[in-house]
């Protein structure tokens, strides 16, 4: 069977079709899993030390939320090549967490963000759920760069509305 100048480009098409195909799932995959964009190597490697202040304690009627940042940050860490460690507050007279952040003796603070909160010299990441936010210090923008450029990928996953139905 012999192929006319049309069949060979036709089969050319197909084929160049097909290759963008196969490959496209994998190059988005290796996208996402890094963070997408240059930032991506800000965290890789480290341990990432982190509080979650969300004003519960996992039984109130928040937990919930405490749960869903819990398991976001796991997952942020795991995309990024990072560790996460993260720290609770303990006692009632323990350092307020702005000021751990502000300190550098936490890496990423999640808490609720209100037009009256002073975050000056801090960095607010793009809304996470309804009323909570990453923070981290203002000393260099990279962090929540790779923060916000995670989280609008993670977001759009069938992974994240599995999560976020597990606490909703």
Known sequence: MKLTEKGLRRLRYFLISAIVICLTPLCESGRLLNG?????????????????????????????????SY?????FAEDNGCSVRIVTKGRKDSPEYLDSLRQGSVDILITHIDENASVEGL?????????SAWLTSGKDLRSIKQINSWFSYFSATEQYRQIRNRYT
């Open 123 to 131: 960095n607010v990441s793009h809304p996470i759920n309804d009323c």
């Open 36 to 68: 997408a964009s240059g930032e991506a190597d800000f965290y890789a490697g480290r341990e990432i030390i982190c509080a979650i202040d969300l004003g519960d304690d996992m039984r109130g009627s928040h937990g919930l939320e405490t749960g869903l």
């Open 71 to 75: 398991e976001l940050l796991n997952r």
